[in-house]
Every structure is written in structure tokens, then in C-alpha cells.
């Protein structure tokens, strides 16, 4: 039973790989960055002046992506966003 989602996300990584940003609440450690490997840290003050975190990483397929999750999980992080865009390769 595959969802449209799971179809989309399927669809996009066997083209490439699928740029996530991962917003959770709160700050992280600098040495967290250490264990998530390849992956942009952003923090920031969200409308509601609450501190966000932003993880940019490459995702390679959905196991790789519910590591991620599961590793910040563990950690006690807050998930408030996840948000995921398509590296496409170059037309022409």
C-alpha cells in the first residue's frame, strides 16, 4: 500500500538526491553536527520568537531520513518542520 507521498518521495530520489530541511526547537550542541554527516546548521528566531534549528541535508533515500529522525529523537529534539526539495539534474 504505497501513499502519494511515499510514490513522490520514490520517484525524486531515484533521480538524485532529495534536499531536507529539518527545523526542530531549541539549539543543538556544535559537536551534534559531528554525527549527522554533510548537513548545514542554521539557527534562528521563528515568528513566535522561538529558537529553531535548521538542519540542511542531501537524503539519499527514506531509510537514511528516518535515521536522521530517529537520531535527533533520541536526542530529545522537537520536531517543527521538515520540509524536502528535489536536487534535479541540469536539463539540456
Not at 518521495?9 to 559531528?34: C, H, K, R, V
Request: net charge negative.
Amino acid at each position: 500500500m504505497g501513499t502519494k507521498s511515499n510514490e513522490h518521495f520514490n520517484a525524486s530520489t531515484q533521480q538524485g538526491l532529495a534536499t531536507y530541511e529539518i527545523g526542530i526547537e531549541g539549539e543543538i550542541p556544535s559537536y551534534w553536527p559531528d554525527y549527522l554527516d554533510a548537513i548545514v546548521v542554521i539557527q534562528a528566531v521563528d515568528a513566535s520568537h522561538t529558537m529553531m534549528t535548521l538542519l540542511r541535508c542531501k537524503i539519499r533515500d527514506q531509510a537514511q531520513l528516518i535515521g536522521i529522525l530517529n537520531l535527533l529523537c533520541s536526542w530529545g529534539s522537537i520536531l517543527m518542520s521538515l520540509n524536502m526539495s528535489l536536487n534535479r539534474p541540469d536539463a539540456g
